[in-house]
């Protein structure tokens, strides 16, 4: 599982935790979240901008 | 076919654009920039020494990247002196004179700076784009110690972002607690614990008066009397929407450019977004209400009016040592704050005369209940 991080605002994306409240389960890969998907902290698209795959260290 | 000329490419400017190009590829597109139009995210620049960022790999793009990816003209280090808005043209400084048939104003705003006295006092810094945080970083190599003015948003951020690096911080605001104009008086008070836990020191209730050079560092007077020594002074006291421009050329501002609810300033064929604006009563300097506003810009400059929407957008303070998410009640709206205070967090709950939710202050681990909390508000507009 893996984290990814928006790049515009810093938000945390965790596979292994999902966004329940978003309908997003526990477990969702990145490239499975819906293409209309926005990040919960600065409404960016899912399209627009790269999340980027955090090290495994950070 | 006259083009769209956007003044500014901050995150404002550069959304506009894109979204602008996803629905309109023909329509010649121009921006203008003072600085070398390299597209970063502000928000960024307050963790990216705990992301191990130097200032030289926090843009995301360069002009030219963008200019390929706009299908744009870009003119970088380009200031603008006027805008003749019965001529439909821009005057820039040494640069040419920019016809437009929509302008854009995505401005941004200054830092707010007070005079200081002191010998030193030249050399207090603000941060408030990608250019001065590399001055920023640069002054700190080899320093230690870090005196914020301000303990805001910017004043908090970076106050953690400083601690968590091993710096030496303490933080000066007039107000009784850090975050005083979004948070009420428990929340704000478990952040300030939360931050005074890594080791940031507060001096509330007082200003700095002087900065003056004391043999390798600085010595800084306080009103209240005290003094403190430290290495660098960083200014981070609030914004001021840029509205000279507008002003000057006849555009109704007030706290921002003037904007109704379509961004469309008091003058046809210009608008306005962003820091710099104030959209149907609302200023709100932070990337969600930039996005919203963006889309519906794009869609109106695209041939289909669209105004904005603003649903409740919450704030999330990047401040790790203490996580602290806040949705602001919107001006204006009379009420009151009821706090619930438990050892790990705090909730606070905005609600007005008639018993609605209109706000919310999360602190610690309260902070689980924001999507919830966020879905009972009101849309803003």
């Known amino acids: ?58 | 076919m006259q083009p769209i000329v956007i003044l500014g490419t901050g995150l404002a400017g550069y959304t506009v654009a894109r979204e602008l190009r996803k629905l309109d590829t023909a329509t010649p597109l121009m921006l203008v920039t003072r600085d070398d139009g390299s597209f970063y995210s502000k928000p960024v620049l307050s963790n990216a020494l705990a992301q191990k960022k130097a200032a030289s790999q926090i843009a995301l793009n360069s002009a030219a990247d963008m200019t390929r990816q706009l299908q744009a003209h870009i003119h970088t280090n380009l200031a603008v002196n006027a805008i003749d808005v019965a001529a439909r043209t821009v005057t820039t400084e040494n640069g040419p004179t920019l016809a437009y048939g929509q302008l854009v104003l995505a401005l941004g705003a200054d830092p707010i700076r007070v005079p200081l006295a002191g010998d030193a006092a030249d050399g207090v810094l603000s941060v408030n784009d990608l250019g001065d945080y590399a001055r920023f970083r640069a002054a700190l190599d080899g320093k230690r110690r870090v005196l914020l003015l301000g303990a805001g948003l910017i004043g908090c951020e970076f106050a953690n972002d400083l601690r968590a690096s091993d710096f030496d911080v303490e933080v000066v605001d007039p107000a009784p607690q850090p975050l005083g104009r979004l948070l009420p008086p428990k929340a704000a008070a478990f952040l300030r614990a939360g931050l005074e836990g890594i080791g940031v020191r507060f001096h509330l209730g007082t200003a700095a008066q002087a900065v003056n050079h004391a043999g390798n560092g600085l010595r800084i007077q306080l009103a209240n009397g005290t003094t403190v020594e430290s290495d660098l002074v960083l200014s981070a006291i609030g914004l001021k929407a840029r509205t000279a421009l507008a002003q000057a050329a006849g555009l109704k501002v007030n706290r921002g450019i003037v904007t109704d609810s379509f961004l469309q300033t008091s003058a046809e064929h210009v608008y306005a977004l962003g820091d710099c604006a104030e959209v149907a009563g609302h200023n709100l300097p932070f990337v969600m209400p930039i996005m919203q506003a963006a889309r519906a810009l794009a869609k109106t400059l695209a041939g289909t009016p669209t105004a904005v929407q603003y649903p409740a957008m919450p704030v999330v303070v990047k401040t790790p040592a203490c996580p602290t998410v806040v949705s602001p009640p919107p001006p204006g709206v009379d009420g009151q704050w009821t706090e619930d205070v438990a050892s790990d967090g705090v909730r606070a709950l905005f609600r007005d005369v008639a018993g609605k939710l209109r706000g919310f202050a999360l602190v610690g681990a309260a902070t689980k209940d924001k999507q919830a909390l966020t879905q009972e508000i009101p849309a803003l507009l």
């Open chain 1, 1 to 58: 599982m893996k984290k990814w991080q928006c790049v515009v605002c810093g938000f945390i994306y965790d596979e292994a935790v999902g966004i329940p409240e978003d309908g997003i389960a526990a477990g969702t890969r990145w490239e499975d979240i819906p293409a209309e998907w926005a990040c919960p902290d600065c409404g960016v698209a899912k399209t627009d901008f790269e999340m980027v795959a955090m090290d495994a260290a950070a």
